[in-house]
């Protein structure tokens, strides 16, 4: 059975989705909600911490894509969280699935949370592509 749970938090101006589980056909539409409603309630400067996403398949890829397409038609930025070890350079599932489509590159990508919002405290700390 696929499962996903979200968790969110607020570090304004950023709002911050821990997205936990599975990334697919059958969950991709929650993340496109949460997003949505993140949106709608005014909040256009988002996190998404895909750290504990243990499977991404294209429908994924496709909600990520359209939250970014959503965000910068509102002036909002979206960042990911892809987090790399000394194994895997590339952020781990999802990072290696976005690096085969040829899509990470559109994207922001941090290795941890405190990293994305380091820029509201002067610091930005970027993950190379």
């Not at 749970?5 to 304004?12: Q, S």
């Not at 059958?26 to 988002?46: E, F, K, Q, W, Y």
């Not at 994924?60 to 194994?87: H, Q, T």
């Amino acid at each position: 059975m696929t499962t996903i749970d979200v968790d969110e938090d607020e570090h304004a101006p950023w709002t911050v989705l821990r997205v936990r589980g599975e990334l697919d056909l059958v969950t991709s539409p929650l993340i496109r909600r949460r997003v949505h409603d993140a949106v709608a309630g005014g909040r256009h400067d988002l996190v998404i911490d895909l750290s504990a996403v243990r499977f991404c398949d294209s429908s994924g890829v496709g909600v990520l894509i359209a939250s970014r397409r959503l965000l910068r038609s509102c002036g909002g930025r979206l960042r990911l969280i892809l987090p790399a070890d000394a194994e895997d350079r590339d952020g781990g599932h999802v990072g290696r699935v976005l690096s085969a489509l040829g899509v990470r590159r559109l994207f922001d990508v941090y290795e941890d949370v405190p990293g994305a919002l380091a820029e509201v405290t002067g610091v930005p700390r970027r993950t190379a592509p």
